[in-house]
T-cell receptor, first 113, second 108 residues
Framework: DADVTQTPRNRITKTGKRIMLECSQT?????MYWYRQDPGLGLRLIYY???????NKGEISDGYSVSRQAQAKFSLSLESAIPNQTALYFC????????????FGPGTRLLVL | GQNIDQPTEMTATEGAIVQINCTYQ??????LFWYQQHAGEAPTFLSY????GLEEKGRFSSFLSRSKGYSYLLLKELQMKDSASYLC?????????FGKGNQVVVIP
């Protein structure tokens, strides 16, 4: 079984709709992250969390919100989706040290019409 | 803040060697990671450097010069399955800052 899972894997939605992307991990890591990836722009950090109820903004948090109700789960919400939020979204986890790698989920491909 | 720079694309022949460069400027440094990412898939860890010098891992090697803010990833004996994007990421301030990635296309 995968250590980091994301649901859904693909989603099509319409402008103005609220959607939630879920991330679960079995690695026991405290640190969790949400990124989006767009062609030519690389991975950009949306939000991150170091513990339950701890929430920190990344470089592109506008239009997004997150929830960390349990160590193993970190969900990302788009309150009112817009077409330029069409992207590939990745969740990642990391151990306690900055010398450790991040482990990525398989990604969620989102299309906003 | 952090600024990571990578060239965008290169093509190489099967069996060849390619070097992918990464330069960075950062206010906090706890090492540099290299990841491989196939199209539409998640990045996967390749290597980590925190001290100056070369780290070798099979066909892949990674080099770091902290004073120059420079790293490279060396891919030897290229195989078709090495066609992917290669991302460098600087660790610091509790997060990873990613470069935009370098697309390597391996041709027969």
């Amino acid at each position: 079984d995968a250590d980091v899972t994301q649901t859904p894997r693909n989603r099509i939605t319409k402008t103005g709709k609220r959607i939630m992307l879920e991330c679960s991990q079995t690695k026991g890591h405290d640190r969790m992250y949400w990124y989006r990836q767009d062609p030519g722009l690389g991975l950009r950090l949306i939000y991150y969390s170091f513990d339950v109820k701890d929430i920190n903004k990344g470089e592109i948090s506008d239009g997004y919100s997150v929830s960390r109700q349990a160590q193993a789960k970190f969900s990302l919400s788009l309150e009112s989706a817009i077409p330029n939020q069409t992207a590939l979204y990745f969740c990642a986890t990391r151990g306690w040290s900055d010398t450790e790698t991040q482990y990525f989920g398989p990604g969620t491909r989102l299309l906003v019409l | 803040g952090q600024n990571i720079d990578q060239p965008t694309e290169m093509t190489a022949t099967e069996g060849a060697i390619v070097q992918i460069n990464c330069t960075y400027q950062t206010s906090g440094f706890n090492g540099l990671f290299w990841y491989q990412q196939h199209a539409g898939e998640a990045p996967t860890f390749l290597s980590y450097n925190v001290l100056d010098g070369l780290e070798e891992k099979g066909r892949f090697s990674s080099f770091l010069s902290r004073s120059k803010g420079y790293s490279y990833l060396l891919l030897k004996e290229l195989q078709m399955k090495d066609s992917a994007s290669y991302l460098c990421a600087v660790s610091g301030n509790n997060r990873l800052a990613f470069g935009k990635g370098n697309q390597v296309v391996v041709i027969p």
